[in-house]
């Protein structure tokens, strides 16, 4: 086999097309998933009675099966439901109207909130409880004693595993190339396949990946960066 160094720099540009999709489903994927996870870690956290112990079940589930599961349950089962259900009520909406690239982030949007919910949660407890006690004694609720006091602290703690989470999910959207969504691996194998050159265009793509991946952690160092400086001289 001859290497084409020509050929890389070639599907390399053609790849960079599919970055916007690549970047939508995980920043979608992920903020989503914080939400959610987020809304797992409380209820687990605060021991809300039936709903703690729906959280934990579907987190250890969530976590315990693969990604390309999860894909394949929402693609091939979700137009099943829905359709269904649109017979049932009478609508002319069918699943096929949907794009493919919803089944995808609805997907990546559950395999990403198990896992946030852990990191979401490791924060939280990271907090001394007292903080939050303290904040009672001075009228605060709850909600304003988490949003203010905890939560800041939290995702401070939390950024590093963020920042994970987010380089998992970007490298795990390779996988939405299964449900047809072109996405930069998608478009890799639609480059190779015009002259059967997939190892040139592999190498173009993780380099984009590489890219994306340095991108990414150092505009994670630069917030880390300035909560730090919010840090130095405070109390412990």
Known sequence: MKLDPAFIWTAFVSLLSAVPTTLFITVVSVL???V?????????????????????GYV???RGTPMLTHLLLIYFGLP??????????G?????VEIPYIAFALIAFTITASAYLS???RSGLLSVNRGQLEAAHSIGMTTPQALRRIVFPQAFAASLPNLTNSLIGMLHGSTLAFTVSVVEIFAKAQIVASTNWKFFEAYIAAAIIFWGLTVLIEQIAARIERRINVYNRGGVA
């Not at 959610?36 to 934990?56: D, E, K, N």
């Not at 099943?80 to 009520?89: E, F, R, V, W």
């Open 36 to 56: 959610f996870g987020t809304g797992i870690a409380l209820l687990r956290l605060y021991r809300v009675p039936v709903l703690s112990q729906i959280a934990t």
């Open 32 to 34: 989503a998933g914080f």
């Open 118 to 120: 852990e990191v979401v």
């Open 60 to 62: 250890t589930f969530i």
């Open 80 to 89: 099943a439901i829905i359709d269904s259900a649109a017979k049932s009520i």
């Open 91 to 95: 609508s002319s909406f069918r699943s």
